[in-house]
């Protein structure tokens, strides 16, 4: 975590995940964090070093019991504390998807707004080196789907930490997806308690051709896409959505309207992804300005499968994005 | 010995008036959804009310429960008012949960009721994590966690009391043991017949109490609750009692026979507590009879209040998604 100079640090995302808990922790004492293996700093080393500043009453290993993880989330948010549940992988939250869609989800409204519940889920989502069908997934759908749940989704260090450090504050419960391929990926990180509020998306690259929508690992595929399309004089405007829900539908719209032709960009499932969701919003409000139909880019109709080339040919990645562009584009 | 033994009389009587107020409600309650005057569904705690008052007695207004599906019982012996209660069933502005929850989904935080839940088992972990919280917090306060024989299958339950006990937090988990499952009785479903045998695989007390009986509804509780302040850690008591409605009001039961529910009845538990007042000289006839007519006046209130208030306005129904949108 070398100080480079007075404005920025660099540090990999995880680190700067760690550093947002850190500074969460340090500020509110109501701040703990709850999961499997985080005295030993996480399976990515999301955690590491907090044990040693905060101590086990603060930083508690969880059994493997994802049900019990995420109710004594949800019963410690309700009565007083800021809980952060850790689950390693995003399909371990499958056996707290009560705790999850029917308690922290529900309770404030289902009681009529008596309580809040300031609770945060990190899970570890997407692909990575083969690891098959029950630890690649990307089920950020099935989270986006339930109101009463907050979903962000960041892709580089400094939207890491400032994300999580705004889903800690937050008084509602805030899912927070780390994909697995960018957990070591370093990068720059303002100085201070850098902070960035939900509901706010980023132009990455502005452009007058197209607009490319995506999140999560796909905007780092992306960004890679997009300098090929320059290559090939197309003008790509990139917004990075980082939080789901809420969802900043006013930055993608006024970027729409200008370029006429969108590309909506994720890992996880095309058919009822969440980008069918930013798809259909933009056709009900922006209709007339479209000059192509919109296309989407997401993994193809499967369990992710093990073997390398299987697995490449399910999940989409910067040529799909390329070949997406160029389809919106009328250039194939 | 007196059945009341250390108890005073003064909680005695208190718990044989939350009792009568249970009744009271529920009966009512029961008329009303046959009336066709209550949306949805409504589980009845008819036949169980000593497990809630006893239970309830035995803890502070800070402390916390979690309940059920059939949670009525509970919310009035933890001290919620019967008129907030009775408009949430109707779903009405002035419910307990403004008409978002209704009976399956009773609360009221001011008074440690964190809810009524319609998930089996579904409230333990909650217990749990707010034992955690009051440890955290340095505030003395438990939690109990209510249930059913059901319950006591779901993973949850597991989970809760491994997750508990490790860390010996203040917590009671209380199966109230009505001997069905939904339709299912439990001989049918569950590997063992005495439910707190389940406590061992997890180095915790477990108790088998007459449910029945308010006088050891409370003492258990009691015992369990001062363990669990004084960091002890996590009680299962089994608290045998018997649903005397269906599932459901409405059900047809089916599954057992009407004879079996009358030979029940003779363990009616407000009947046998008001022998034991009577016997011991804690209560006339005519006290007894004001207990039930009060209660009767302040359900008459909480049906008219209900019956009277507002029902929500639709442009309000997307309130409290969110605390704040963003």
């Known amino acids: 975590m070398a100080q480079r100079d007075g404005t920025t640090r660099r540090m990999s995302f995880g680190q700067a995940t760690v550093d947002a808990m850190r500074s969460a922790m340090r500020e509110d004492d109501r701040v703990v964090v709850l999961g499997e293996d985080i005295s030993w700093g996480g399976n990515f080393g999301q955690f590491r070093g907090l044990l040693d500043e905060f101590g086990p009453d603060r930083v508690i290993d969880m059994p493997i019991s994802e049900a019990i993880i995420m109710a004594v989330g949800v019963g410690a948010a309700v009565t007083g504390m800021r809980p952060v549940a850790s689950m390693s992988f995003v399909e371990f939250t499958l056996g707290a998807m009560d705790e999850i869609v029917n308690q922290a989800a529900k309770f404030r409204y289902m009681f009529g707004g008596q309580v809040s519940v300031p609770l945060v889920l990190r899970a570890s989502d997407g692909v990575l080196r083969s690891s098959a069908g029950q630890h690649s997934s990307s089920l950020e759908g099935l989270f986006t789907h339930l109101p009463g749940l907050k979903v962000v989704a960041p892709s580089n260090p400094a939207d890491a930490r400032g994300l999580l450090r705004a889903a800690i504050a937050d008084d509602d419960p805030v899912v927070y997806l780390e994909n697995k391929r960018i957990t070591a990926k370093r990068g720059p990180v303002p100085a201070g308690d850098h902070v960035v509020p939900l509901g706010s998306a980023a132009v990455r690259r502005t452009g007058s051709d197209l607009t490319i929508v995506t999140y999560s690992v796909m905007a780092l595929h992306a960004e890679k896409a997009c300098a090929r399309l320059a290559g090939m004089g197309i003008d790509t405007e990139l917004i990075e959505l980082r939080s789901l829900v809420p969802l900043d539908l006013d930055t993608v719209l006024s970027s729409v309207v200008r370029t006429g032709r969108v590309v909506v960009a994720h890992e996880a499932w095309e058919f009822g992804g969440f980008g069918a969701e930013v798809v259909a919003a933009i056709t009900g409000q922006a209709f007339d300005r479209l000059r192509a139909a919109p296309v989407r880019v997401g993994a193809a109709q499967a369990p992710i499968p093990f073997s390398p080339p299987l697995e490449r040919a399910v999940v989409p990645g910067e040529d799909e994005i390329v070949a997406a562009a160029r389809e919106v584009m009328g250039l194939c | ?326």
């Open chain 2, 1 to 326: 010995m007196r059945l009341t033994g250390t108890m005073s009389p003064g909680l005695s009587l208190g718990i044989h008036r939350t009792m009568v107020r249970i009744r009271v409600f529920e009966s009512r309650v029961e008329e009303l959804f046959k009336a066709g005057k209550l949306p949805g569904f409504v589980h009845t705690y008819i036949g169980q009310e000593a497990v809630a008052a006893g239970v309830c007695a035995a803890l502070n207004r800070d402390d916390y429960i979690t309940s059920t599906h059939r949670g009525h019982g509970h919310a009035i012996a933890k001290g919620m008012e019967l008129g907030p209660i009775m408009a949430e069933l109707y779903g009405k502005a002035t419910g307990a949960c403004r008409g978002r929850g209704g009976s399956m989904h009773v609360a009221d935080f001011s008074v440690g009721m964190l809810g009524a839940n319609g998930i089996v088992a579904g409230g333990l972990g909650i217990a749990t994590g707010a034992a955690l919280s009051a440890r955290y917090r340095g505030t003395g306060q438990v939690a109990v966690g209510f249930f059913g024989d059901g319950g006591i299958n779901k993973g949850t339950f597991h989970e809760a009391l491994n997750f508990a006990a490790t860390h010996r937090l203040g917590v009671v988990f209380v199966c109230e043991n009505n001997q069905y499952a939904q339709f299912t009785s439990r001989l049918r479903t569950t590997s063992v017949e005495d439910l707190s045998v389940r406590a061992a695989a997890y180095g915790i007390p477990g108790i088998t109490v007459d449910g029945n009986d308010p006088a050891a509804t409370y003492r258990q509780t009691l015992e369990a609750v001062a363990r669990a302040r004084e960091g002890g850690g996590p009680t299962l008591l089994n608290m045998e009692t018997y649903r005397f409605g269906g599932h459901y009001v409405g059900d047809a039961e089916v599954y057992r026979a009407s004879a079996e529910v009358e030979a029940r009845r003779e363990e009616d538990p407000i009947l046998r507590w008001e022998r034991t007042l009577t016997n011991e000289g804690l209560m006339a006839a005519g006290a007894r009879d004001a207990v039930w007519a009060e209660a009767g006046e302040e359900v008459s209130a909480a049906v008219s209040f209900a019956e009277e208030s507002p029902y929500p306005e639709g442009g309000t129904a997307l309130e409290n998604v969110f605390t704040r949108i963003r």
